[in-house]
Each structure stands twice: as C-alpha cells, then as structure tokens.
C-alpha cells in the first residue's frame, strides 16, 4: 500500500478497462514523473470530456453539439443513410472516404441470448428519420457476424413496406488474403456477390 | 500439452480482450467445451466465419495439462466446418430467435463442462437442422426441440397418462409441478385446462408425428408454446434470457399476415 493519494490514483486506474493492478501502478508512477504541463493538459482533457461531449440527436453518434459534424454538414448527402453498430465503425467508413451520405447508430445488435432485443437499439428513431420521405437508400453496414446478419434481416422487414432502396454492404475475400485460407461461409458469399469484369 | 479433436455446434461467443473470442461448444464426445480462438475478430484470421454461433464444426483444441477441461481454457488451433447452419437461420427473424433459445437451452441443461451430453448433441444438430431447412414452422421447431430437450434430461412430461397415477388417457388437467396431464383425482392448485388440441399438439411435437403438429391451428400452437415455456422454466428454475424474443417474433409475424 501507498500512501494517501497515490494509492487512490492506483485503485482510480485499476478501474480502467483492462488495466490491471501492476499497470495501474506503473501508469500511476509515470504520471507522478511526468512533467506537471502535460498532467494538467490530461486532467483538462478528462474533465472537459465527461462536459462538452454529448450524443447527437439525430443519428446517436459522439458530438461536441446538439448535431454531430456529419448531420450538421450541408454537403452530405440527406438521401442515404448508412446503418451501423457503434460510433468506432463511423470511423471506419469515413476514412474510406467512398461514402458520402450520413449515418445512424444503432447503439449494438440484437443478440437474444445476450437479453437485447430490437427495443434496446435506436430502431425507433431510425423509422422516424425515415417517416418524410427524403431518405431513398438505407446501407445496413451492421458487423458481418451473426448477430450483425440478423439485425440486418430484421431491419429490412422492418422498412419493406416504406418501399425505399435497402442494400446490404458486400462480404467476400479481404484484399491482401490467400484463397485457400478462406472460410466457407465467406468463399461462398464472394462467389454469390461476384461481379462482371468489364474490359 | 495434449490435442483434442471433437465436432460441434457452437453455442456462443464472448469477445475477449483485442481480437480474441471464448467460443462455446456443444462437442459430440466432451459435452459442453469453452475454448479460446486466439485472433479470430481480426478480418484476416485463419478461421474467418467458421465459428459463428449455430455452426456444426470439427474442432482440433489444444490444452495445457493432461485433460481438456481443467488448467485453464483449452485454444482453438483448427477448425473445419461441417455445416454452417447459421446461413439459413439467419435470414428470418422467427428463425433465428427460436435458433438462439434452442442454443441457450442446450447451453442451460449442459451445466458441467466436460461432461459428455451425446443425447443433448444430436437433438440439437437434428433441430438446427430442421430449423435452417425451413421445413416446419420455426416456433413449433423450438416446442418440439424444447419438449425433447426435457426428456432426454429426465423431465419428459406426460400428455397422456396422468402423470401422478397413470390413469390412462386423455386427461383434461394440466400441472406444471405434478409433470404434465394429471386426472381428475390427482389434481392440485394450479392445474391448468388446456383444449384437448393443444395437449394433442404436445404429444405429436414430442412424439416427432409432423404430420399431425404441422396441421394444428395457430391458436393451439400458442396455448402449447405457452405451457412448454412454463414446464421449461420451472425445470430450468432460471428464465431463459432469449424465449420472450421468440413471444415477440411470432407475434410480429402474425401481424404481418
């Protein structure tokens, strides 16, 4: 045991997400070396992100304001929306940089033996963003695992009757990969979604 | 540090750590198996989609000590899919939530790891199977699944003889704590009156007569699913976290038609 408020700072971090005891001391220790300037740039950053974060209003992602960067951009496209799980698959679209629409968070998939079920995801906002009639395609880009699959087939019943365009992102082979090592399920999807080569 | 080699359904997976999963199987000769497969959330892992819930798969695990089950979770090293049933369950919603009750159920009555269930295996790959063919009507599979699911663990109820006497049958009352249909002399607070239909229904699902449970009526399939779900949970003593999905799923179907 340390003494006062070196300990707390230790059992502070050893409430972290996989940060054990002995990590927890060691990043305790460096923060007590580390120079006072870049202490108190950390402590800033921590107090102003539990104030100034908040979720956006329109499509749930993190957000400074009311409305994320992307809704609150005129240049995306209002017509398409893409579906996704969390904020960190935003992420991973944006730096394709190929999709120019905006997004909705789900906030997860549904997952039965897990206890979440479509009520517990933001299924419900989803349907009114879609209510007006500007929307013309939804992307489901939900993990392609099972519980993502299953989500994606319950939102397209879900939004059938409303007659828009429902498209489903591609799954096949990773690019760099070899043949032989390819799964099945993912083999035979690449062979079900192949495409012309147009020379 | 021996190798094991198994087929089986997988059960669940739990994320662990950055791209590792614990994958649960329901395995032919070990029973219920959890095992770690070691980078499997990476896109470009060796074993991509193979061990998705609801596929049938032949393992090779790798275990510290002696035994499989003991010093610590055994890993993963190759897996080979049999039939990866998922694909065909996956694409109707009725379909896959009676699929992940007809998993939890199996993971439920399989309590002890390791302990060989080869009854408990096959009913569960002849269930995945006839779910993902789509031959029946998925909430009959899962009753059916369900009903057997209890026999073979020893809780097999009677629709027939009443199950305090054996008076031979049909018996009009319907006890969850005496253990199915019960005369009219043995019967205790709580009976329930189900229609004659829906015990009829019951004994066909459990007897496997197809015949006569896929021309039953939809209101006798609900009253029957609803004293499986009933009978189910005073065994299992927990509730079962996926079930009310189903109640929900066939209710969404229902109103579509």
């Given amino acids: ?199 | 540090m021996t190798l094991f080699r198994d087929d089986g359904i997988v059960l669940r997976t739990q994320k662990l750590g950055e791209a590792d999963r614990i994958i649960t199987l329901l395995t032919r000769r070990q029973g219920r198996v959890r095992a770690v497969a070691r980078g499997i959330r990476r896109t470009k892992s060796k074993f991509g989609a193979r061990l998705e819930p609801f596929s049938h798969v032949d393992v090779e695990f790798f275990a510290r000590g002696g035994e499989l089950i003991g010093r610590g979770l055994p890993l993963c090293t190759q897996v080979e899919t049999i039939t990866a049933y998922g694909s065909g369950i996956v694409t109707d919603y009725a379909r896959y939530t009676a699929g992940t009750t007809m998993l939890e159920t199996a993971e439920r009555f399989t309590e002890h790891e390791g302990e060989p269930a080869l009854q408990q295996y096959l009913l569960l790959v002849g269930g995945l199977r006839t779910l993902s063919g789509a031959e029946h009507d998925p909430r009959l599979v899962l009753d059916a699944f369900l009903l057997r699911s209890l026999a073979v663990n020893g809780y097999a109820p009677s629709f027939e003889a009443c199950a305090q006497c054996g008076m031979p049958g049909p018996n009009r009352f319907f006890s969850v704590v005496s253990g199915g249909v019960v005369c009219g002399q043995c019967r205790v607070p709580g009976s329930v009156v189900p229609s004659a239909e829906s015990l009829e229904l019951l004994g066909a699902l459990l007897a496997g007569d197809w015949e006569r449970a896929d021309s039953a009526e939809d209101r006798y399939c609900r009253e029957g699913s609803g004293i499986v779900a009933a009978y189910l949970q005073w065994h299992l003593e927990r509730g079962l976290r996926s079930l009310r999905f189903v109640e929900n799923g066939a209710a969404l179907n229902r109103s579509r038609l």
């Fill in chain 1, 1 to 199: 045991m340390y003494e006062g408020v070196v300990q707390d700072l230790i059992d502070e971090l050893g409430r972290l997400p996989g940060v054990g005891p002995k990590s927890a001391q060691r990043i305790a220790f460096h923060i007590l070396q580390a120079d006072p300037a870049d202490v108190r740039r950390l402590t800033h950053v921590l107090a102003e992100v539990k104030d100034k974060v908040r979720f956006c209003t329109v499509c749930g992602n993190v957000a400074q304001a009311e409305r994320c960067r992307v809704c609150q951009d005129p240049r995306r496209d209002p017509a398409v929306i893409c579906v996704v799980e969390e904020p960190k698959d935003v992420v991973a679209i944006e730096r394709t940089r190929e999709f120019r629409g905006r997004y909705h968070i789900l906030g997860g998939a549904i997952s039965p033996i897990e206890g979440v079920g479509p009520d517990d995801l933001r299924i419900r906002e989803l349907l009114a963003r879609l209510a007006d009639g500007t929307v013309t395609e939804l992307i489901l880009a939900t993990d392609p695992n099972l519980e993502g699959e299953a989500t994606a087939t319950y939102l397209a019943r879900m939004v059938k009757p409303m007659g828009l365009k429902v498209t489903r992102l591609a799954s096949g082979l990773p690019v760099g990969g070899d043949l032989e090592y390819a799964d099945e399920v993912t083999l035979g999807r690449a062979f079900e979604g192949r495409r012309l080569l147009d020379v």
